[in-house]
């Protein structure tokens, strides 16, 4: 089993310790290989918004950096933890540039078969917002989220109280846990109500814009997306009643852009 931590402080203090915790108490119980990428010494470049990995391919970026080999690693291993501080009420600029340089993965979601682990610290404020964005990221991209934990660690103002370090030790170990239970069942559990929304959101501008956008549209049909009466990305049991709800929000949305379009072809 392969765990892949994305390291969103650039440094090796709280965010890392709280990892390393919980490296340890999953493999207290099995041998994981475990990887991070410090963002701080990867390479990655600010992204210039030209549009080219959506339009025609992550393939035609102009920047030359370590994007395509951080995607790589996402998707050889079996779980992926996305680690962030608070900073500023949200994730650091690093997981942020992160997120950014592979932007087209919310149009062509791709992490299927990984687990996710999200994990923030918070000298006091903030870790709600940020484990909410990331819980967003993760499961547009794909990712099955099996663990949320943002823990309280600051860091000026001399050690926690102890009652506190108790509550983060409790936090890490259930999320650990839980983190592991998902790694090691091997399958993709039922789909909640909010992906199986996220792909009727995402299939409604895709088919409807079709060669406007020939990329993603080219993409979403050769994984047969696009077909009548497809309930999820991945064949897994999807309730009637979520699938009957993503319905009716994808028919709202593509009436919506079917406006807009019409709309812009008459101007
Ligand atoms: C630039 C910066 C901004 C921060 N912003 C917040 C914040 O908005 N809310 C908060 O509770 N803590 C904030 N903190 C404290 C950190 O979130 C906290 O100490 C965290 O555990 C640091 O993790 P690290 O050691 O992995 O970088 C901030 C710290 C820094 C350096």
Redesign the pocket.
Same mark, same amino acid.
């Given at each position: 089993m392969k765990v892949l931590v994305i390291m969103g /402080?650039?440094?090796k *203090?709280? %965010?890392?310790r709280a990892a390393e915790r919980i490296r340890e108490i999953i493999q207290k119980k099995v041998p994981v290989e475990w990887e991070y990428v410090m963002l701080k010494d990867a390479h990655l470049e600010d992204c210039r918004g030209c549009y080219m990995c959506f339009e025609k391919g992550e393939e035609y970026c102009s920047l030359k950096d370590e994007a395509s080999p951080l995607e790589q690693k996402m998707m050889d291993a079996d779980g992926v933890i996305f680690a962030s501080?608070?900073? *500023? @009420?949200q994730v650091s600029y690093l997981m942020k540039l992160f997120i950014d340089r592979h932007g087209y993965i919310f149009h062509r979601p791709r992490f299927f078969r990984q687990k996710a682990l999200l994990l923030t %610290? +918070? *000298? @006091? /404020? *903030?870790m709600s917002d940020v484990l909410k964005y990331l819980n967003l990221v993760a499961r547009i991209w794909g990712f099955e989220v099996s663990a949320r934990v943002g823990i309280r /660690?600051? +860091?000026t103002f001399g050690p926690l109280p102890p009652y506190v370090m108790d509550e983060n030790e409790r936090k890490l170990q259930v999320a650990a846990a839980a983190f592991l239970t998902a790694l090691q069942s091997g399958t993709r559990s039922r789909s909640k109500l909010f992906d199986v929304i996220g792909f009727h959101i995402g299939r409604a501008p895709i088919d409807e814009l079709g060669d406007l956008a020939p990329k993603d549209h080219k993409y979403w049909k050769e994984k047969g997306w696009l077909e009548k009466g497809k309930r999820f990305y991945v064949d897994v049991p999807v309730n009637p009643l979520y699938h009957a709800i993503g319905l009716m929000v994808e028919w709202y949305m593509r009436r919506r852009i079917r406006k807009d379009l019409r709309a812009v072809i008459k101007d």
């Open positions: /402080s650039p440094r *203090g709280n %965010t890392y501080p608070v900073y *500023g @009420f %610290t +918070a *000298g @006091f /404020s *903030g /660690s600051h +860091a």
